[in-house]
Structures are given as C-alpha cells and as structure tokens.
C-alpha cells in the first residue's frame, strides 16, 4: 500500500526575500553567520529576530542565530511566532499541514504540540494565513542551516492579546531541548534619524520587559513580542541586545525606513 503524502506548506517569498537557489541560498546564509560575532552570553532559551529581505536585515537576524552555534546539537523543537501581515484572523493561527518546505528542504511540524494547543477558544486551525507569509519563512533558512534535525511550531498572531500570546507560549516552553523564537520588525517607514530614535526607545522597552508599553507604532510584531515579554519575565530571563539598525543602514535610502533588531533571552545570572 503506497505511503500517504505529507501536506506540505511551499515557500512563498524564495526568491524575493532570499536566494530560491539552494546552493545560493546556503552560501549567503553562511556568509551572514561567519560576519556575526561570537556570542558570549548564557545558554539562550529565545531570541528575536527581524524578518525582511536579507539584503535588509539578513546581518542582523544572523546575529541573534549565531548565538545558537554552540548549543544546536542540543535544540530538537523550534517554535517560531509572528504577525500575520497578509490575512486578517482573530486569535492564534496553527497550520493544519504536516511539514514546512524552503529551497534547504522540509521541516515537520511537531504536530502533537500543535494539537496540544487546540483546546484554547482564541487557537485556530487555519492554513490560509500561513500560505503567504514570510514573518516566519525567512526564519527558516539560517534554523536549517544551524541545527541538525528539529520539529517546528509555526504559530501566527492575529486579532489576539498579549495574554493569550503568552498562554500559548507557557503551554510549549519545554526546557532546553526547546528555542522560542520571536519574528519581528521595529518601526516603518520613517525616515533615519526618527526610526533611530523609536527603535531605541522599543529597545529600552523590551529589555526592561515592559510589555504593556508596547504598540503597533513599535514593531510589527508587537503582539507576538508582548506576549513573549510577559512569560520571560515568569522564567526569569534577561534580554541581551545582540543587534540594532534600520534598512538606511544596510540597503535602501533613509528617506523611509525599517527598524531591525535582534536580542537573546536566557536566565539571570
């Protein structure tokens, strides 16, 4: 009896965020991890990486990766929250697909987990916001290029609360062996110098974990980011700021700009 397909969620912006060529797409991730600088701080347990093109923030999401290097052995589930820029829902998205594919090949999804978290009223199960979204696609790419074999949880936020967010992120916290991964642009479209100086501020704001102060003129992710302040307070982690720009900085004028930043988490000392 043939085996079943696996239902499987295509990339949709290879090739415009990112190489669609595998081998081209190997050789720029690399390059951005080899330019990062070596991470000296604790064990992380999240980080917060941007999510737009590579040509914009690829220097800056490589920093927060790159602090995974000597710990990725050890990561066998990554659970990837975002915004949904595309289709408006209420709530949590899950996806109902068994696997998510880049030009570096398939990922499952840890379908049991997901499962585990279709009880709560405001967790829906919905491909459609997942099919054209790239908050947690262009995260994909430097995980595979990192780690050798992990489960994915790709989870979407809506129309949702800081609290629900953090609900949701409590249920799959999971020791070690589990990395929260937070995807999240700063500010949009100011020009330079304005962009510099929110950006500072939402940075300020995240590392003293002040969730509440956080709004859709922050970052794009502010919900996901929120949530994700609120349970890392009840863990007992600390924000180490690994990376701050904006698009003047990397690509594009600074007539209108966007703001990137990365950061790991990871417990007091």
């Known amino acids: 009896m043939p085996e079943r397909a696996l239902s499987v969620r295509p990339p949709a912006v290879a090739g415009r965020f990112y190489p669609g060529d595998p081998q081209k797409l190997r050789s720029e991730v690399g390059a951005l991890m080899a330019a990062s600088a070596g991470y000296t701080g604790s064990r992380p347990a999240a980080l917060i990486a941007p999510h737009a093109g590579y040509v914009y923030s690829g220097k800056v999401a490589a920093t927060a990766f790159a602090a995974l290097r000597e710990i990725a052995e050890s990561i066998t589930r990554v659970v990837v929250i975002g915004p949904a820029h595309y289709v408006p829902f209420r709530g949590v998205a899950v996806p109902t697909v068994e696997t998510f594919e880049t030009p570096l090949g398939r990922i499952a999804l840890d379908r049991e987990a997901i499962a585990g978290l279709t009880d709560l009223p405001f ?3 919905a491909d459609a916001p997942h099919a054209p979204e790239h908050a947690l696609e262009v995260e994909l790419p430097f995980l595979q290029m990192l780690l050798k074999d992990f489960a994915l949880v790709p989870l979407l936020v809506g129309d949702a609360t800081p609290q629900q967010v953090a609900e949701v992120v409590a249920r ?3 020791g070690p062996r589990t990395l929260i991964v937070i ?16 950006d500072a501020a939402t940075a300020a704001l995240i590392e003293r974990g002040a969730w509440s102060e956080l709004g859709s003129g922050n970052a794009c992710g502010f919900l996901p980011l929120a949530g994700f302040l609120i349970e890392a307070a009840q863990r007992g982690l600390n924000a180490q700021r690994l990376g701050l720009c904006n698009s003047g900085d990397t690509a594009g004028d600074r007539a209108s700009v966007v703001g990137y930043g990365a950061w790991a988490f990871a417990p007091r000392r």
Do not use: G
């Open 183 to 198: 995807s999240s642009d700063l500010s949009h479209y100011h020009d330079y110098e304005t962009a510099q100086h929110l």
């Open 123 to 125: 967790v829906a199960q």
């Open 172 to 174: 799959l916290w999971d």
